[in-house]
């Protein structure tokens, strides 16, 4: 917020504005691929749980969560999960995409694997996963953790970007798989 020249003891203000005013979590665009991205991955078998922390003021809260639901069925990004929590290890997911440098050093100190989407906050992190510059980026790391995990748990693999494999039923993933 630093970089927007707003510090910590005007963000609620700012937040607020956003939120009532602009309709923010509902009217922002995507990151360029990303709905596309998300969607052949899903079509793959990947179960992706979206892990936010929007819920920042207390009575903001409906409006935050029906924004987020709505600017997801606009995008149509399909998500199996959406859970507005602060720690996003809670989950325990088997992948983690994560921009906030907090939330990366926090899942990698939680010995979290983490793809890390580049922003102008999170330059200097050293982090031993990878690191995506965009959704191209991303969605190719995404998906060599998944295949690795596919093979590592015997089950085919999606016959190519964007199908489902063989074993998979779209909402009927096996239960072990976290993703």
């Not at 963000?11 to 309709?23: I, L, M, N």
């Amino acid at each position: 917020m630093a970089s927007w020249g707003i510090g910590e003891e005007r963000y609620e203000a700012f937040h607020r504005y956003a939120v009532t005013e602009h309709r923010l979590f509902e009217t922002m665009a995507p990151l360029p691929g990303a709905p596309a991205a998300i969607a052949r991955l899903a079509a793959e078998g990947i179960r992706l749980r979206i892990i936010t922390h929007r819920l920042v003021v207390s009575s903001l809260h409906e409006q935050t969560v029906l924004q987020t639901i709505r600017w997801l069925e606009a995008h149509r990004i399909p998500y199996w999960d959406l859970c507005f929590m602060r720690e996003k290890d809670d989950v325990n997911a088997d992948l983690y995409v994560e921009d906030s440098p907090t939330n990366v050093e926090r899942l990698v100190e939680v010995g979290a694997d983490v793809v890390v989407m580049s922003n102008a906050t999170n330059l200097a992190l050293e982090v031993g996963g990878g690191r995506a510059q965009d959704w191209d980026e991303a969605e190719e790391l995404i998906r060599a953790c998944y295949l690795s995990w596919l093979d590592a748990h015997g089950l085919s693999r999606p016959p190519a970007i964007g199908q489902a494999p063989q074993w998979f039923v779209q909402g009927n993933a096996p239960d072990s798989r976290r993703r």
